[in-house]
């Protein structure tokens, strides 16, 4: 479920959206809209894949991109990048049975064999996915991810991998690790990255520890 609210009035929601599945949505993005449509785009993220939400429309049920869904694996992160990239972490899907009991599940993260997915938005409901590469991630944790978007160079992805206590970026148009920078700590709470004048500039939030990360033109 999605709920939109005016900020000047949040006691109700605007808008309130019900899903395509049950699972709790982990990663809720605001995309640019169609000039035409007036209406306010959301991407949203989840076991089942990436919805796009149309808020402000007729459209009662968010739109799946077909290239998200990937059986037997789980969409675990989202990234945008503020323009057309896009991208979707995923990790094998772990079947359960019911005669499983709670404490014979996994309890300490390890880390898996998964992937990142590069997807261009062409505008409403138009994705069109150009690559992927396999990674290693975390089999129970949310990988915290970010798009740096640098002046004159192509468009650069960092994940944060707690099993390593690394930040990896990748070169997007490449698909390729291109550098590995490490953190104090394996845990991983958040990672953002901004422009200030020329340059980049990358935070990264481990335990109690903020590093900054710059990168010159």
Known sequence: MVMSFDTRQTK???????????NPVHTLISVAPDSSSGTTTLLSASQIGICEWNIGSSEERPYLIPESKNEGQVC????????DDIVASFRPKIETSTQITV??????????????VVYKRGGARSYQ??????????????????????PNHSPMFVAANEVTSDLVLHDLSKMAVVQRLKTPKNQISDVKCTQIWNSSVMGCLSGDVVQLFTSSP
């Open 12 to 22: 109700e929601p605007l808008e309130t959206r019900i899903g395509l599945s049950c």
């Open 76 to 83: 675990i992160s989202l990234a945008h990048s503020g323009g």
């Open 103 to 116: 404490s014979q599940s996994p309890s300490i993260s390890c880390g898996v064999e998964g992937c990142h």
């Open 129 to 150: 996915k150009t690559g992927s590469l396999v990674a290693e991630v975390d089999s129970i944790r949310l990988p915290k991810c970010s798009i740096i978007n640098k």
